[in-house]
């Protein structure tokens, strides 16, 4: 499953990315990469590397530059911009930033209904979404008075409601305690969805992610199986990717 | 009461202070009847009436408008406990004091029986501006993220030792004042993103159909419908 190269089955195709902001920062100089349905990969990088500039790519919110994002065969452009959207679950970093409805219930329902689903179907969708990341009694609970850890699982189910075919996480455990993290993961864990999830958590893309790619200065720079990448320091340095202390992924074993 | 469709509340209410704004002032008796009409709402909605006195409080500074009227106004004036007062100014005051306190209390009673959010799906059934109903929503869901932010600014600064004793450190409160602008607007464009990457498309879309059935419209307007016959009644006498 590691290198998956461009196949019909591609959740995600991303071929020869490049972009400048408005002020002349050029952020990604040609990013090529695909992620094939049901995969989980990490992208890994530095602060500055050009992380969020991919993420806000893959949904078509930047626009602009060279290349392109093909979404289960769907380029990205003005054209297929509702049913992009529809596909790429994006879940922010803040869960205050996501969560903007008065209650989880009304959040979760947000992007269905604004696809046009109504009724009892937009009620199970809701039931389901929530359901999946275990918050299902928390429905009719204002987001602002859940622990940090709750607002980042409704903020996944409220993307999940939308039965995306990618899920695309920025920076899912962070702010998270220990029990919440391991939460988070068995959740991400049990879904039947393809993961893209941007991190500087090492082992947390080593615990949840076979595959990872490694961003740096707008170029993709590596692109292979986590537990070898992590492995390969003389590649983590030019990086600026460090492990936590006391951390080497190679006495890792993996559970089932 | 709390399980009538919020938009026939809202509709009520506004009913009932245009009916009672429009009642001539000299009808002194009108204005008892309205307020048994309100009390008789109270009790079937089960509100009690100390809460509702509470609230009533907000009136105050009104209270104090009416009560220097009857000094200020000009005109004809009359004698009260060796007071020289103006007649004008007593019914002036009179009128700002019954027609306020019936409209604040109204108002309480539908406050007391509405959620917020209700009250927001009802002005959205009502086709008040979507952009206002959307405002008034966000105002909802981040007036206590904005508070904590301004409280963890509050701390940063107490924590470097800094306390506001007089003019002199204003500057230093516009400038937190400044910044809690800043952050809230750069909150706003990334819960736009997020609502954007959601399918939003400059209109919110309709989660919950409120809709009221033609028994609970008239049970709402027995309010309003029962003070316009007062009403009718205060004029043509």
């Known amino acids: 499953m590691d290198t998956v190269t461009a196949s019909p089955t591609a959740s995600l195709e991303v071929s020869g990315l490049a972009f400048a902001y408005p002020d002349g920062h050029q952020a990604l100089f040609g990013v090529d990469f ?21 993420v806000l790519h893959l949904n078509g919110i930047l626009t602009g530059g060279a290349g392109t994002v093909t979404v289960a065969g769907l380029p990205v452009g003005k054209r297929h911009m509702a049913e992009i959207r529809r596909k790429v679950g994006l879940v922010f970093q803040d869960p205050d930033d996501q969560l903007f409805m008065p209650t989880v219930r009304e959040d979760v329902a947000f992007g269905p209904a604004a696809a046009g689903l109504k009724g009892a179907e937009l009620e199970e969708r809701v039931d389901r979404a929530l359901a999946q990341v275990g918050m299902a009694e928390f429905k009719d609970r204002p987001p602002h008075h859940l622990s940090f850890g709750q607002r980042r699982r409704v903020a996944v189910a409220t993307v999940l409601a939308m039965e995306p075919e990618i899920l695309v996480l920025d920076e899912p455990s962070s702010n998270l305690d220990p029990a919440s993290r391991r939460e988070l993961a068995d959740i991400l864990r049990s879904l039947d969805v393809t993961v893209l999830m941007v991190t500087h958590d090492l082992p947390y893309a080593l615990e949840l992610c076979p595959r990872s790619l490694i961003l740096s200065e ?6 292979g199986r986590t537990g070898e990448l992590l492995a390969d320091e003389a590649l983590m340095n030019a990086h600026r990717l460090e492990l936590p202390f006391g951390f080497d992924p190679r006495s890792v074993t993996m559970g089932a | 009461m709390h399980g ?40 079937h909605a089960r509100v009690p009436a100390r809460f509702l006195l509470k609230r009533l409080l907000i009136e105050v500074p009104f209270v104090a408008f009416a009560v220097l009227m009857p000094f200020v106004a000009e005109g004809e004036r009359v004698d009260v406990l060796g007071l020289s007062l103006s007649v004008n100014g007593l019914w002036g005051a009179w009128n700002v004091l019954a027609k306020g306190t019936l409209g604040v209390a ?10 917020l959010r ?12 979507p952009l206002l109903v959307q405002i008034a929503s966000f105002m909802i869901r981040y007036g206590d993220v904005i508070t904590d ?23 230093v409160l516009a400038k937190s004042a400044g910044a809690l602008f800043i952050r809230s607007y750069e909150r706003g464009e990334r819960v736009h993103l997020a609502m954007v990457s959601r399918g939003y498309a400059g209109s919110m879309p309709v989660i919950d159909e409120v809709t009221a059935s033609r028994a609970q419209w008239s049970y709402a307007l027995a309010l309003p419908v029962a003070a316009l016959v007062v009403c009718v009644v205060g004029w043509t006498l």
């Open chain 1, 34 to 54: 695909s992620v094939a349905r049901g995969e989980r990969v990490a992208l890994l990088g530095p602060n500055g590397a050009g992380k969020t500039t991919l």
């Open chain 2, 4 to 43: 009538l469709p919020p938009h026939t509340k809202l509709a009520a209410v506004f009913a009932f202070v245009v009916v009672v704004v429009s009642t001539p002032r000299e009808a002194m008796w009108a204005f008892g009847l309205y307020a048994v009409l309100l009390a008789s709402v109270a009790r």
């Open chain 1, 218 to 223: 707008g170029v993709i720079a590596a692109d």
């Open chain 2, 118 to 129: 209700e009250l927001l799906l009802g002005l959205q059934r009502l086709k008040l501006p």
């Open chain 2, 106 to 115: 109204a108002s309480v009673l539908l406050a007391a029986t509405t959620e």
């Open chain 2, 149 to 171: 932010e301004m409280r963890r600014m509050r701390i940063a600064r107490e924590s470097r030792g800094f306390e506001a004793k007089g003019v002199r450190h204003w500057g």
